[in-house]
C-alpha cells in the first residue's frame, strides 16, 4: 500500500484534461477509490500503475517526484546557450538554509546561487580592508607608544615583536589569506579564524541570529550551520515532523500551498493547518525511524547520566 501527493495528483489531472470520474471509467477503478487516492489515501501499486499510465506519467510523478529530463540531451542544449550545469553536494541542513533564506527574502534558491560568487566577494574583500585598516591605524599609534621608552629592554622586545607581528600580517593580507592562516603558520593560536570571526561580528552587527555550529575555518567546509531557526519555528510550528518534510526533501518551503504560507500575525488555526501539511508529506516508515533514532539517542544519554541524576530525575 502507498500514497500518493495530493497537490501532483491536481496538477497531472488538469495536464491531462481529465476528471476523477473519467480516470475512474478509463482506468476501470471504482470511483471512490480514484476519490481516496486523490486525498493522500493509501492504494495498492497496481492501482497506481494503472491511474499513472492513463494519466501519461510515472508512478514516482505522483508522488511528487518530478521526472528525469534526458541529461546528455538537456546538457548539450543549455550549454549552446551559455548556460552549464554546476554539480554541487548540499548537507541536509545548507539546504535547509537555502530554503529559509529564499523565503525569508523573498527570491528564488537559482538567484542565491547567481549570488553567491559576487557576495562572498565582497565579505572577503571587506574583511580585508578591515584588517589593512587595522594595522594602518596600529603603525599610526606606535611612534607615540616608544617614545622616551626606546631604552627599556622591554620595549626593545616588544618593538621587535610588533615588527614581525606586522610583516606576517601585511604578507596575509596581500595573499588573501582569509583565515589568517599564514601570520599563524604553525597554527598555534587558539583564537577563531579571522574570516570566521568576521562573519560572526557582521551577524551581530546585523541582527542575524548567530549560527549555529560556525567553527574556527567555517568557510572552508561549510556544512552544518543553521540559520533563523526562529523562522523555521514560524513555519514547521516547532513540529519535528514538519521540520523533517524540510530537511529531506519530502517537500520545500516553495512548495507549501499559498494559504497555508507562513505570515506575521497568522492565527493558531494556520499554523495547524501548515503544520499538518507538512507532517503528512513524510512517509510514515520515514518518521518510525526518525522516532527509533531520536529514542536510541536518549537511551544512549540515559546509560552515561550518573546514578544519582536518574534517582533524582525519576524521584
Known amino acids: 500500500m502507498t500514497k500518493i501527493d495530493p497537490d501532483a495528483f491536481d496538477r497531472l489531472l488538469k ?4 476528471t476523477k470520474s473519467a480516470l475512474a471509467r478509463a482506468t476501470g477503478v471504482v470511483r471512490n477509490t480514484i476519490r481516496r487516492i486523490a486525498k493522500g489515501n493509501a492504494c495498492h501499486g497496481s492501482t497506481l500503475e494503472k491511474v499513472a499510465r492513463e494519466l501519461g506519467c510515472s508512478v514516482d510523478e505522483l508522488h511528487g517526484i518530478p521526472p528525469m529530463p534526458n541529461e546528455a540531451g538537456r546538457r548539450a542544449e543549455l550549454r549552446e546557450v551559455g548556460i552549464h550545469r554546476l554539480a554541487i553536494h548540499l548537507s541536509t541542513q545548507m539546504n535547509l538554509n537555502y530554503q529559509l533564506v529564499a523565503d525569508r527574502y523573498g527570491v528564488t534558491s537559482d538567484a542565491l546561487v547567481q549570488a553567491a560568487p559576487l557576495c562572498f566577494a ?3 574583500e571587506l574583511s580585508l580592508k578591515r584588517r589593512q585598516d587595522a594595522i594602518t591605524s596600529l603603525v599610526e599609534s606606535m611612534p607615540a607608544f616608544d617614545k622616551g621608552f626606546e631604552h627599556l629592554p622591554l620595549v626593545q622586545a616588544g618593538l621587535w615583536k610588533f615588527d614581525q607581528a606586522y610583516d606576517a600580517e601585511i604578507a596575509s593580507v596581500k595573499a588573501r589569506d582569509l583565515e589568517g592562516k599564514l601570520a599563524d603558520p604553525d597554527g598555534e593560536s587558539d583564537s577563531e579564524g579571522v574570516f570566521s ?4 561580528k557582521l551577524m551581530t552587527e546585523t541582527g542575524i541570529p548567530e549560527a549555529d555550529d560556525l ?4 568557510f572552508q567546509s561549510l556544512s552544518n550551520y543553521r540559520l533563523f531557526a526562529d523562522h523555521l519555528t514560524n513555519i514547521t510550528g516547532g513540529s519535528r ?13 516553495l512548495q507549501v500551498p ?4 507562513w505570515s506575521p500575525g497568522e492565527q ?17 516508515a520515514v518518521w518510525l525511524e526518525e522516532e527509533a533514532k531520536w529514542a536510541s539517542l536518549l537511551a544512549d544519554l540515559d546509560d552515561l547520566m550518573p546514578t544519582s541524576d536518574k534517582d533524582d530525575r525519576d524521584a
Open 15 to 18: 495536464r491531462r484534461g481529465t
Open 122 to 124: 565582497l565579505l572577503a
Open 197 to 200: 570571526a568576521f562573519i560572526r
Open 215 to 218: 567553527g574556527r575555518e567555517a
Open 241 to 253: 515532523r514538519a521540520e523533517l518534510a524540510l530537511e529531506k526533501r519530502h517537500t520545500t518551503i
Open 258 to 261: 499559498k494559504e497555508l504560507s
Open 268 to 284: 493558531e488555526n494556520a499554523v495547524a493547518s501548515r503544520v499538518a501539511w507538512l507532517e503528512s508529506k513524510v512517509p510514515e
